[in-house]
């Protein structure tokens, strides 16, 4: 607890400090996944209780896999630069239908990506997670903590399956090697219940993955009318200034923009992720309250705001980067208000480093 307090020392003097240049390129990890609506005959599914976890060396992977998930500030310093928690955005432990659960996402890696012609695992994907969202450092491949989250996220996948067509019995086992690859494999080895149930492009795209794509808003989004939402609906809890709330240096609110939260190249920034999300799973507790228009308008808010710098700047600047990265729904390189243009006094990426 004493050092997250430090930390924050260090973060304000920071703060003021503009562009962070980093010039090893980044690959794109956090691209834009592929939304549809939600309909009224989706069917999620079902998760299995935490207490059903096995006891031995692999029911360890996943427990502590779900400890990282849950309390990533365990790895502040070392792989991550905010105060944010993955289960912050993942909902309920990555559980939760329509807030990106990892169950979900598991069976959706190794996936082929067309703009660098590569496919990429499920731990290069946690690692986009880690680099962007966590505004981190990400741990390296095959490290004790992209294993255990894999084991947990294959778990509760695996688990989820077995249960939905009535297979008996714990979740098979699997190497590191085979946990950190995914689901999405012809030499993924599944109860024959299941592999005959849904093919593998099925169990890719299972209902409530990602979050679900809202219509377009009647008006063009508007930071102005967000402001007002933002004030009536989002305030009490994320504060005046997106900070968040900490009691005794740690977060029980998460920050939603500055320098304690997700940076500029996370998905989270997009005004069309973010109104996704937010329309879904927010305000917390009463969520699927607001019209579609006022999570447009707010989701533009949240994300106009100044943020930890995109990661992938080099000394080519903003405005380059925001043509090479930036072409969807986002602020980054744009001004609001006749404000400084976004990104140009961006907080450092990964402090803490
Ligand atoms: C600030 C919010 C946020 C935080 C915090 C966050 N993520 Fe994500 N994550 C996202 C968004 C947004 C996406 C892309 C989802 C989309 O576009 O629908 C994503 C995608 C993913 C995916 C792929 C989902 C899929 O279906 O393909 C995984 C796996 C993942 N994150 C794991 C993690 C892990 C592990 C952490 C913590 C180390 C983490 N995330 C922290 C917002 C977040
Ligand atoms: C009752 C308190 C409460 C209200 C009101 C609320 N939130 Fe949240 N919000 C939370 C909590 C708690 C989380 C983290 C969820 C978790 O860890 O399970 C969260 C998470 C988020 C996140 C993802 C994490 C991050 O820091 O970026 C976003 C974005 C967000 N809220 C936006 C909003 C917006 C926009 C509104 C208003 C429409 C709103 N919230 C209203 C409590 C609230």
Redesign the pocket.
């Known amino acids: 607890m004493n050092k997250i307090i430090l930390w924050s020392v260090p973060l304000l003097l920071l703060s003021s400090v503009s562009i962070q240049g980093v010039s090893e390129a980044l690959p794109d990890k956090q691209a834009e996944l592929f939304t549809s609506p939600k309909k009224p005959t989706d069917s999620y599914l079902p998760v299995r209780s935490l207490a059903s976890i096995p006891k031995g060396e692999f029911g360890d992977k996943v427990r502590m896999g779900y400890q990282l998930f849950v309390n990533t500030q365990q790895l502040r310093g070392q792989y991550v630069g905010n105060e944010?928690?993955c289960?912050?955005?993942h909902?309920?432990a990555g559980r939760k239908a329509n807030a990106s659960p990892l169950w979900a996402a598991y069976l959706a890696y190794p996936a082929y990506r067309k703009k660098n012609d590569k496919v990429n695992s499920y731990q290069e994907r946690l690692q986009g997670c880690f680099t962007y969202s966590m505004n981190g450092q990400a741990p390296d491949n095959d490290s004790p903590e992209l294993i255990a989250l894999s084991a947990y996220s294959y778990w509760l996948a695996m688990g989820g399956l077995m249960d939905q067509y009535q297979v008996a019995g714990e979740v098979p086992e699997l190497s590191d090697k085979a946990l950190v690859l995914g689901g999405k494999r012809d030499d993924f080895s599944l109860p024959e219940a299941i592999a005959s149930a849904m093919t593998m492009d099925e169990r890719a795209k299972l209902a409530g993955r990602g979050f679900p794509a809202i219509p377009k808003p009647e008006l063009a989004y508007s930071p102005e009318r967000g402001a007002e939402?933002?004030k009536a609906?989002?305030q009490?809890?994320?504060g005046d200034n997106g900070q968040?709330l900490a009691i005794a240096g740690i977060y029980s609110?998460?920050?939603?923009w500055g320098p304690d939260?997700?940076n500029w190249g996370a998905g989270?920034h997009r005004v069309n992720t973010?109104a996704n999300?937010?329309y879904e799973n927010?305000?917390?507790?009463?969520s699927i309250t607001?019209t579609n228009q006022q999570a447009w308008d707010?989701?533009a808010y949240?994300t106009s705001k100044e943020r930890p710098q995109d990661p992938r700047l080099t000394n080519k600047g903003v405005a380059d980067l925001a043509k090479q990265y930036h072409q969807h729904q986002g602020y980054y390189g744009k001004a609001v208000d006749n404000g400084p243009m976004l990104g140009s006094k961006a907080y450092p990426v990964n402090p803490d480093k």
Do not use: E, Q, R, T
Not at 253 to 256: A, K, S
């Open positions: 944010l928690n289960s912050n955005c909902m309920d939402v933002y609906h989002c009490a809890c994320h968040g609110l998460p920050p939603l939260s997700f989270m973010a999300f937010i927010m305000p917390f507790g009463k607001l707010v989701a949240v």
